[in-house]
């Protein structure tokens, strides 16, 4: 799978840059070819000679260098990002990912990630700090940030770090590291040829020129299915609602405010399509009327409320040889509510999930989840993150299609 695959290894100065060397060691056992960019700190722990004897590249790390040697110019940062088909930074400090989320571009490696298409070329971060550092909100929104422009995290682990302290900042190991990047290598293209259509967000039923109906949804379930599908290879058609997210890159962009402006635009894609993922959050009501001025304070007031559309629902009803998967946020009851939706809007699968759990459901970057297939089976995941969850649902959907 990794034969003559180039492999970019940033290696920054973390006490575990040690394990950078067992990886590139594993990574060339697979046939793959590394290539090792360092940072200055990083030849504190680990001496470029090391590195370039288990790679047999030279090691770059000076941001200007004339004289490098083969093809590399004075721009060897461009060349660096052009060539591989993977980037591996491991270990990633908060410095790097900081630097990465503020698009910083400072030394070699910072520039090289810079310049790095993630369309095309997978980023796998992994990162390794102290707990104390791993949780400080600045590190923690750098985070939540680069998971949402695309970049992978490999998680790290709980243990005993260097500091003595023990807790979660312990970089993955090696051999758990190279699964990540030979499983990203073979998502790549397993959804090649297909087209998904995702929908995300919340919708809005305007009241006046003011004011709205809507709810809490952010979007990022939707949107980190959408990255992901991307990432694997499919035409991806994303319908979004109002939200602050970035668009995933690669993945074809309809905007719209109104369940009804959803409902209409996912029917006008529909026959094109051959998975839909309707995780958007589409208001079940809308003003009977909309008034054309702004509504002032007042008495008591009455709302007089009429049903939108049911657009998975009618997706059901539409669904032909589409793989159909649906979402449902509930307080109570909910593999009951999960399997009955499944029946009444002809589903494939659902996932549900709790919104009493915390970590799960709204304005979070993680999720808990029960997957609910049409066959009756049954699946509780843990806590994971959004994106990472998109990807197990997707891999899901790979292997059910052909039964339904």
Do not use: W
Request: proline share 5%.
């Amino acid at each position: 799978m990794l034969k003559n695959k180039l492999i970019l290894l940033g290696i920054t100065g973390g006490i575990a840059a040690y394990k950078s060397a067992e990886l590139a060691r594993l990574l060339i056992k697979e046939g793959a070819v590394v290539q090792v960019v360092m940072t200055e700190n990083a030849e504190a722990f680990i001496t470029p000679l090391t590195m370039k004897t288990l790679t047999g590249r030279p090691v770059y790390s000076a941001l200007y260098n004339p004289d490098a040697p083969g093809h590399f110019s004075a721009t060897v940062h461009i060349d660096l990002a052009r060539e591989p088909q993977m980037v591996v930074v491991a270990p990633a400090t908060a410095n790097i990912l900081g630097k990465l989320a503020a698009g910083i571009a400072d030394d070699l490696l910072s520039t090289v990630l810079m310049a790095v298409n993630t369309a095309e070329c997978p980023v796998i971060l992994a990162p390794s700090m102290n707990t104390s550092m791993l949780h400080n909100p600045a590190v923690r929104d750098n985070i939540a940030v680069l998971r949402r422009r695309g970049y992978n995290m490999a998680d790290p682990l709980d243990g005993f770090l260097a500091c003595g302290e023990v807790g979660e900042g312990r970089m993955i190991e090696p051999s758990g590291l190279l699964e990540i990047i030979k499983r990203k290598f073979q998502q790549a293209v397993d959804f090649k040829g297909l087209t998904v259509l995702v929908t995300a967000g919340p919708t809005r039923e305007a009241l006046d020129p003011v004011r709205f109906l809507s709810n809490h949804s952010s979007g990022r379930m939707g949107y980190a299915l959408a990255q992901a599908a991307v990432e694997r290879g499919a035409h991806v058609i994303l319908i979004s609602g109002p939200t602050a997210l970035e668009t995933p890159p690669g993945a074809d962009f309809y905007p719209v405010v109104s369940a009804q402006e959803m409902y209409e635009t996912v029917m006008d894609k529909l026959p094109t399509v051959d998975i839909v993922i309707k995780s958007a959050a589409v208001a079940d009501y809308r003003p009977k009327g909309i008034s054309a001025q702004k509504i002032k304070k007042g008495g008591e007031m009455t709302l007089k409320l009429v049903r939108n559309p049911d657009i998975l629902k009618e997706i059901g009803k539409r669904k032909g040889n589409i793989f159909v998967v649906g979402f449902a946020a509930e307080t109570e009851n909910i593999l009951a509510h999960g399997k009955k939706k499944i029946a009444d809007k002809n589903l494939d699968m659902i996932v549900v999930n709790d919104l009493t759990l915390e970590g799960a459901g709204f304005n979070t970057e993680t999720n808990i989840v029960h997957l609910l297939y049409r066959d009756g089976r049954e699946e509780r995941l843990p806590l994971m993150s959004k994106y990472e969850l998109a990807h197990l649902i997707l891999d899901r959907i790979k292997e059910n299609k052909g039964k339904v």
